[in-house]
């Protein structure tokens, strides 16, 4: 692409490599000034040690032919997840570039400036849009309204003291408030207000590492952003970050079952089949062992053969109730 010719950032696409974490492609998409459209698509190396470099990419997304309207982030194309993605119908949000991807909280982008000026571009873009002002609607006779300030305060207050509000920000764990009467009287909680709570700060959401996310594994995911003290559209935004396209807690509390499961048959084996005893002891520690590999590759299914000793589990419990039943 000429880069003299006067052209325009039209949709970019960012992928993260689910298995090297370090490997990143991106996607651009430039519209010139008469109508023509060029894709380039862009391979870099996120060194945890050294400085990003630029590598030759191959057209492996360009020959996917996506349309950035059926793409979104955490979506999966074979081995890439898609950190983020910016087009026509995706305007730049602040709160949904991830913290790798913006120069404030990752200098590094700096060193490859093929990709950091259009993240650049789109941040501006961004911020322009959160910051606009709303524009004065005009009166009737389409003269502007000169409404005093103090006026409009007392309107505002009266307004707000007739509604009951619901409000609620999933990047904040929700809290109860108490409704100004209340809170100026007796100072008690009326059920089911909700207020919008201060966002977690971005250099603490930024130092949020993966060994962070593996401690809470074993739970449901509103209950880790809890622990986390971060809001659910964070630890989601954070998972697709480290590429985790779900959240690991079923595949976890699966495993964890059968391990049980398991160490009560070994028990019962002990007394009866030492052989026997051991064959279970030895399928424990397989699970066991797969479980960590989850732990620290959370995109990892789980094993064809423990999917097919899940299910041989399930029917002997079911045929086991049957029986019961019966009796």
Known sequence: MDSHQPHSLSALLVFKHSLNFELVRSLHAYRFEDGKEVEEEREFLFSEDGSYV???????????KLCVTEVSAGCVIESWVCLFVFGPHNPP????????????CNPKLQSIPA?????????ELGSRLENKEPS????ENNEPSHVPSEEIHESNKNDQSKRTLFM???????????TPETSENHHKEAPGIIIKKKR?????????????????????MVEASRNLKIGLTVLKRKCREFGIPRWPHRKIKSLDSLIRDLQEEADRQQLENKT???????????????????????????????????????????RARALKNRE
Request: glycine residues 0%.
């Open 54 to 64: 630029e590598m030759a990419a191959n057209p492996f997304l360009r020959l996917q």
């Open 93 to 104: 949000i602040l709160d949904c570039i991830p913290p790798i991807l913006m120069i404030s």
């Open 115 to 123: 990709l950091a000026n259009d993240l650049q571009i789109i941040f």
């Open 136 to 139: 004065h609607v005009p009166s």
């Open 168 to 178: 609620f920000d999933l990047n904040c764990p929700p809290c109860p408030v108490a």
């Open 200 to 220: 977690a700060a971005s250099e603490d959401v930024a130092k949020i590492a993966l060994e962070d996310l593996v401690k809470y594994f074993d739970v449901p």
């Open 276 to 318: 026997a005893a051991m064959a279970v002891l030895k399928r424990q520690r397989m699970l066991e062992t797969e479980k960590e590999c989850i732990e620290q590759r959370p995109f990892m299914e789980i094993e064809d053969e423990t999917k097919r000793f899940r299910q041989d589990v399930f029917k002997r419990r079911h």
